[in-house]
């Protein structure tokens, strides 16, 4: 495929927007291995499907100093470390702010475990802060949050995605412990709710917040999240870890989950999950189940919940009709791009042929821009952009279209190492940061950027 440089369009690897998402798969034998290193019981895989798994920081915290690998990880521990470090000392005085105005937080799934549960919090890897907010508090804390500074995009449900000025750090507030996509979620309020009632305060960094019991972290945050939610019954290798020391730390018992499960009304879903994961029996099966069996749970568990790709389907056919508008609409642009990519190499002035002589006041709105993202994407699944790469494509469309309605973006697009292979990738920013609708946040840590159109200041040139 092809991607941007500094001066032109040349062919070669592009990254996938969400290659991240996709699901790892280790042979039997790693499989065993990273079973029984996860459970302190043996040696490591190899330092390639430690990595795979996200896993060098931990491995770093537990290895004997005599281990020959464990140097080998100090880079992943120290990395790690370092963003624990930065992300606290942006987090807490956001909390701060939120408790000042009256606003309580209750944090869960990764960070809180890393913080809270962990030996070693920079030992556990997670992505963004997940945070739970009364709805009533979501308005009020987005505006405190960006009166801080924080850039506050709302997200489908009403939850929000906060992201500090430096583009790194993200939090993801929910109104749910257990994600819903459909417009009715009595369950998913009455679980959230339960998980409320049953939450502790705690004084962290100076700052009072919320967490929840440690059999609801184990039982609603991680086995229900991962059985309802759109990782389709499947489990990753910190999941065992997590369950393992909520046990040993917390004293998470078996009978506890059971008897929690069946006042919640998820015992069938926590049997299914403990057959795929189970801290008491040693055993961890990685990866989504098959398609066959994961239909078999769905149909087991439908009176606890709504299977989410019936769910996820539903939505599908409830947005067809804007779909196809927002097709229509965005399709000639996507082919007069594509054909004017082909013809025109030379990327600078490309886009500047794309860019308005003057700027104008901006006209569009949050939906508006989720729409245009959404109708280019489907596009380009339609249209395949050929040799001028997917990503280059949307990127341009993007740029296009949000430059015309008065938007200040940026195209951008950078390369990194995967092996022997250069893996490049493109996409729009606006005000220094990933456009949220991409949902790319992490893009510029990722690769090494090369290019940007216009080019914007750094800070320290300003």
């Known amino acids: 495929m092809a991607v941007a440089t500094s001066g032109c369009i040349i062919r070669h690897r592009c990254f996938s927007c969400h290659a991240a998402r996709q699901v790892v798969v280790y042979s039997s034998r790693v499989d065993g291995l990273l079973t029984s290193f996860l459970l302190g019981q043996g040696d490591p895989p190899s330092p390639a ?80 802060v997940d945070v739970v907010l009364r709805p009533g508090d979501i308005p009020a804390a987005a505006s405190v949050a960006e009166a801080m500074g924080w850039s506050a995009w709302p997200e489908a449900g009403g939850s929000y995605s906060l992201i500090h000025p430096d583009g790194v750090v993200r939090v993801d507030v929910q109104r749910y412990v257990v994600h819903g996509i459909l417009p009715w979620n009595r369950r998913q309020r009455r679980i959230t709710e339960a998980v409320w009632a049953r939450s502790t305060e705690c004084s962290w960094l100076g700052v009072t917040v919320r967490l929840p019991h440690p059999v609801d972290a184990a039982l609603v945050c991680l086995l ?9 019954w499947g489990c990753k290798p910190h999941d065992l870890l997590d369950l393992r020391f909520l046990v040993e730390r917390a004293g998470v018992s078996r009978d506890a989950m059971e008897a929690r499960a069946t006042e919640l009304g998820c015992r069938r879903t926590l049997a299914i999950m403990l057959g795929r994961c189970d801290p008491w029996a040693g055993s961890l099966r990685l990866g989504l189940p098959r398609a066959a069996r994961a239909w078999r749970y769905d149909v087991r568990t439908l009176t606890e919940h709504v299977p989410y790709r019936v769910a996820l389907w539903l939505v599908r056919v409830y947005r067809a009709p804007d779909l196809f508008l927002q097709l229509a609409r965005v399709t000639p642009l996507v082919l007069r791009v594509r054909r004017t990519a082909r013809r025109v190499r030379d990327l600078p002035r490309l886009l500047a042929s794309m860019t308005p002589a003057s700027g104008a006041t901006p006209r569009i709105t949050m939906r508006e821009r989720k729409g245009l993202v959404r109708g280019t994407r489907w596009a380009l699944r339609l249209l395949p952009a050929g040799d001028v790469g997917g990503c280059v494509v949307r990127s341009l469309v993007l740029y296009r279209a949000l430059r015309r309605r008065g938007l200040p973006v940026d195209f951008v697009s950078g390369v990194r190492r995967d092996g022997d292979r250069v893996v490049g990738h493109a996409w729009i920013e606006l005000n220094g940061m990933v456009v949220p609708e991409l949902d790319e946040p992490t893009n510029p840590h990722i690769f090494r950027v090369n290019f940007r159109y216009p080019r914007m200041l750094s800070h320290a040139e300003r």
């Open 224 to 232: 229900v999240h991962r059985a309802w939610g759109a990782d389709g």
């Open 49 to 128: 499907a430690i990595r795979e798994a996200r896993l060098g920081a931990y491995a770093y915290t537990v290895l004997p100093r005599e281990h020959a690998d464990r140097s080998a990880y100090s880079g992943d521990f120290l990395s790690s470390l370092a963003r624990c470090q930065d992300t606290k000392a942006k987090l807490a005085p956001l909390l701060a702010a939120w408790r000042a105005a009256g606003i309580e937080a209750l944090l869960f799934k990764g960070f809180h475990l890393a913080e809270f549960i962990y030996p070693v919090a920079a030992a556990r890897f997670w992505g963004d």
